[in-house]
Nanobody, 122 residues
């Protein structure tokens, strides 16, 4: 099993920044790819960013390219999502996920965190 715990969400004004963290524990976590998804009220869960654990290659949704950065700290078993120039449209619950490879569909991931709320006010 892999356990994922997100933190760092909150309320921020438009144009502001937040950094989300996803602390991971459990067997063989370093063999998994990780990703951030988000889900706004009334909408489907959508891919935000993903990172391969070993190679560090990253992938982003077009809506966040140039504003969000995904990274990982191998020593801390933690994945981060640095979010800059936040907009009200970024308001959602953000989830961390782990799976065998980076995928843009949520069904590609075996493990999920509980989510952290991000609210961007205009």
């Amino acid at each position: 099993q892999v356990q994922l715990v997100e933190s760092g969400g909150g309320l921020v004004q438009a144009g502001g920044s937040l950094r989300l963290s996803c602390a991971a524990s459990g067997r063989a976590f370093r063999s998994f790819a990780c990703a951030w998804f988000r889900q706004a009220p009334g909408k489907e869960r959508e891919f935000v960013a993903g990172i391969r654990w070993t190679a560090g290659a990253t992938h982003y949704a077009d809506s966040v390219k140039g504003r969000f950065t995904i990274s990982r700290d191998n020593a801390k078993n933690t994945v981060y999502l640095e979010m800059n120039t936040l907009q009200p449209a970024d308001t959602a619950i953000y989830y961390c996920a782990a799976g065998p490879t980076v995928a843009t569909r949520s069904t590609g991931y075996e493990y999920w965190g509980q989510g952290t709320q991000v609210t961007v006010s205009s």
